[in-house]
């Protein structure tokens, strides 16, 4: 890495927490890593397919009426710069915090439940459908495999 330049790190909450460990690695070395985290409080993804699909989410909800899981303030128990955003006018402000500290930081941002990139998805969420989706079939068809002439 460049002298002075930074790492960032872009992730949902659901992918964060799989490796909010790495986070204490970060500090033992002071790292220049900006990691944003987007919290929506949920499994997006899972939650999209099953609501979707099944008309029943499960098992997707990452914190509950009176347990909410705070990644910047876990970032700054371990020893990190931990900002939470709350208001999207305020992510230029936290993300100029972030990358003039010298050492690693988590920046955690609040979105709504069901905000998604993903544009058929949010088309999808406002079809009126009462009973779930037909199941998607192969969602990839993979091409024949072939042998190499060397083997």
Same mark, same amino acid.
């Given at each position: 890495?460049?002298?002075?330049?930074?790492?960032?790190?872009?992730?949902?909450?659901?992918?964060?927490?799989?490796?909010?460990?790495? #986070?204490?690695?970060?500090?033992?070395?002071?790292? +220049?890593? &900006?990691?944003? /985290?987007?919290?929506?409080?949920?499994?997006?993804? *899972?939650?999209?397919?099953?609501?979707?699909?099944?008309?029943?989410?499960?098992?997707?909800?990452?914190?509950?009426?009176?347990?909410v899981p705070g990644y910047a303030a876990?970032?700054?128990?371990?020893?990190?710069k931990g900002i939470y955003v709350e208001?999207?006018?305020?992510?230029?402000?936290? #993300?100029?915090?972030?990358?003039?500290?010298?050492? +690693?930081? &988590?920046?955690? /941002?609040?979105?709504?439940?069901?905000?998604?990139? *993903?544009?058929?998805?949010?088309?999808?969420?406002?079809?009126?459908?009462?009973?779930?989706?037909?199941?998607?079939?192969?969602?990839?068809?993979?091409?024949?495999?072939?042998?190499?002439?060397?083997?």
């Open positions: 890495m460049e002298e002075g330049g930074r790492v960032v790190t872009l992730a949902g909450d659901g992918a964060f927490s799989y490796t909010i460990g790495e #986070l204490a690695t970060q500090a033992q070395y002071n790292m +220049p890593i &900006v990691n944003i /985290v987007i919290n929506n409080g949920t499994l997006g993804w *899972i939650k999209l397919w099953q609501e979707i699909f099944f008309k029943n989410p499960q098992s997707c909800a990452l914190e509950k009426q009176d347990y876990a970032a700054a128990g371990l020893g990190l208001k999207p006018d305020d992510i230029g402000k936290a #993300l100029d915090e972030a990358f003039a500290h010298d050492g +690693p930081s &988590v920046v955690e /941002v609040r979105i709504d439940d069901r905000a998604t990139p *993903i544009h058929s998805f949010k088309r999808r969420m406002r079809e009126p459908e009462d009973k779930p989706r037909p199941r998607p079939g192969t969602v990839y068809k993979l091409r024949e495999w072939k042998v190499s002439p060397d083997l």
